[in-house]
């Protein structure tokens, strides 16, 4: 075990009941955005929705997995790449593709039906691959991480604000209308201020710590956007289908990921790092990535596939 693996985060219980219902804040506002309709796309580009759902649920995990591998981080470091590659896809995915010339109706089909497999994919992606990883094995028998526990907790955190807000949004379109804005400033106000005070309160260690992370989250993230753009190329799909893949597997839910960590794994010092950094880096390489394909927008328009 290294230093970083011993360290844990200094949240207090009630602040992380504050995290809690942050995160439902922000699920129940994103829905309030979100349509049934939105599931019905897989219908109209099911080839589309197919590869990204497998490239973001299935492949990210399992290359993340060989990342922990191959570059052998910190078992704690190890453990939050898997614990983020497992994540659902991030809350800013749909405005980065749109901004990108992506496909935005592939990318909200994506994001949804991630949303929802997330209640399975990441509690099975966490303990499949954390287990078949000896250095991450350990902690989860540390811990006793049981899949049905983290299944039970992404219903209350994910599930129901989701479910909440897309009945709202359907019974009350014009309360939702409204709202959607307001929601979206208001949580995203709340959650960098809750990160801003979990930052004060343990800058220590993220002065110390985020340097050793720096880089295997770099290297995951870029392999993840890579991985979400190749894959929708080699299945043939266009060029703005690729960007909205390559965003749906690359941006994570790292808030969300945060919650896990203090949840289930009392803070554990490698995981929360790696998720908080992750939370910060991807916005900034999503937001250039995203600038760099809006100066090359692609021929014609994206195809139903």
Not at 123 to 129: G, K, L, R, S, T
Not at 135 to 160: C, K, M, N, Q, Y
Not at 194 to 218: D, H, M, T
Request: aromatic letters at 14%.
């Amino acid at each position: 075990m290294t230093e970083i693996d011993a360290i844990r985060l200094n949240f207090t219980p009630g602040s992380l009941i504050a995290l809690d219902v942050i995160l439902a804040f922000v699920l129940f506002g994103v829905a309030l955005d979100m349509k049934v309709e939105d599931f019905k796309g897989i219908a109209t580009a099911p080839r589309g929705t197919l590869i990204g759902l497998a490239a973001h649920s299935l492949l990210l995990p399992a290359v993340a997995y060989l990342l922990t591998i191959t570059l052998r981080p910190a078992p704690s470091i190890a453990l939050g790449m898997l614990l983020v590659a497992s994540c659902p896809s991030g809350n800013i995915s749909n405005f980065l593709v749109n901004y990108a010339h992506g496909n935005p109706a592939l990318s909200v089909t994506i994001a949804a039906f991630s949303m929802l497999g997330s209640i399975f994919f990441t509690p099975f992606n966490i303990a499949f691959w954390g287990e078949m990883n000896p250095a991450t094995r350990d902690i989860l028998h540390e811990v006793a991480l049981s899949p049905w526990e983290v299944f039970g907790t992404i219903i209350v955190l994910l599930a129901i604000p989701t479910v909440l807000g897309m009945t709202i949004a359907h019974r009350f379109p014009r309360f939702a209308a409204r709202a959607r804005r307001p929601f979206r400033i208001l949580s995203l106000l709340f959650f960098a201020v809750f990160i801003v005070g979990g930052l004060a309160a343990n800058i220590q260690y993220f002065a110390k710590y985020v340097p050793q992370v720096a880089l295997f989250v770099f290297v995951l993230n870029a392999v993840a956007l890579a991985l979400g753009y190749y894959a929708a190329k080699f299945a043939g799909l266009p060029e703005a289908d690729r960007r909205a893949v390559s965003f749906e597997v690359g941006i994570q839910n790292s808030g969300f990921g945060l919650a896990l960590v203090f949840n289930f794994f009392g803070g554990l010092g490698g995981m929360a790092i790696v998720a908080a950094w992750w939370g910060i880096w991807h916005l900034l390489a999503g937001t250039t990535l995203a600038t760099w394909w809006r100066r090359r927008p692609p021929a014609g328009r994206w195809a139903e596939t």
